[in-house]
């Protein structure tokens, strides 16, 4: 074999990622049986298997863990060797990261507004807890993330720091009941949460976890109930919901989330022109 064909590697990289031909069809628009069929070429032409097929899925071989680097490498040169010649020819497929939070405000301006302007890049957009994002970055899960930094973390790029305010139902009092009943995300994996129950200890107020959910709309829907109070970034907050007062609502002052965007280095161009997008948006909130 004397050279790589760099369609054979796009494909290899989107099997991997996918972790199935059929999702990596879905991809890079291409049929679960024409996957196969590359992937048996490619295969046939360097002599040696790139995948382990079981039930459970497809796993890369060794040949295979040793190939991904040097594949991904290729295509980025090769996305950006394009983009010089025609910017206009930029394509690829980036997965972006963040928490359900911040899919209203940044997911949905992304897939319209990037979407229209870059028609050939694709950006499918996971959703998670910051902690799991950040490892899935780190592994190549996904290719880059927004997410809420730790505190005292130095991790990625900061974009904006985002006011942490109290927030309930949009009548009653639930924020004066004691012990303060809370709609709160799991505590092994939100971010704000050991901060919010600080605060409140900090404060001398008794509180009970009424409510915990992984999901946003479930938190929203405890309020929704009159059933609990919460505490969100500022720009998550719904309309419906009324914004508390520290001071005037008996509620101590929580301090401001951070948001960064983690890029890995070495991203290929797609991924850098998402990347920048983020960033011009964040610049115009």
């Not at 508390?244 to 991924?271: F, M, N, S, W, Y």
Request: proline share 6%.
């Amino acid at each position: 074999m004397q050279h790589f064909d760099t369609d054979a590697l796009a494909t290899f990289v989107a099997v991997a990622d996918a972790g199935g031909f059929t999702a990596a069809g879905t991809r890079i628009g291409k049929s679960q049986a024409a996957v196969s069929l590359l992937i048996a070429r490619f295969e046939s032409q360097i002599g040696r298997k790139l995948f382990d097929r079981t039930r459970r899925g497809v796993h890369l071989t060794e040949t295979g863990e040793i190939l991904i680097g040097y594949a991904r490498r290729i295509i980025a040169i090769e996305d950006e060797a394009l983009a010089a010649l025609d910017p206009g020819a930029m394509r690829g497929y980036v997965r972006l990261g963040m928490p359900d939070d911040y899919i209203e405000l940044f997911g949905k301006p992304l897939i319209e507004e990037f979407s229209r302007a870059n028609p050939r890049i694709q950006v499918e957009i996971q959703c998670d807890f910051s902690r799991s994002l950040e490892s899935m970055v780190e592994h190549g899960t996904i290719n880059l993330a927004i997410i809420t930094r730790a505190p005292d973390s130095v991790v990625g790029e900061l974009l904006r720091r985002e006011k942490l305010i109290w927030c309930g139902p949009a009548e009653g009092d639930t924020q004066s009941q004691r012990p303060l009943p809370l709609a709160l995300f799991p505590e092994k994996d939100c971010r704000a949460r050991p901060h919010i129950v600080h605060a409140l200890t900090e404060a001398g107020i008794p509180w009970r976890a009424a409510w915990t959910s992984s999901h946003l709309p479930s938190i929203q829907a405890a309020l929704d109930a009159g059933a609990a109070v919460t505490a969100l970034p500022a720009s998550v907050v719904a309309a419906r919901h009324r914004r508390l007062d520290a001071q005037g609502d008996g509620l101590p002052t929580l301090k401001p989330l951070e948001i960064a965007l983690l890029v890995p280095h070495g991203a290929r161009a797609a991924v850098r022109t998402v990347a920048s997008f983020v960033r011009s948006h964040f610049q115009q909130l």
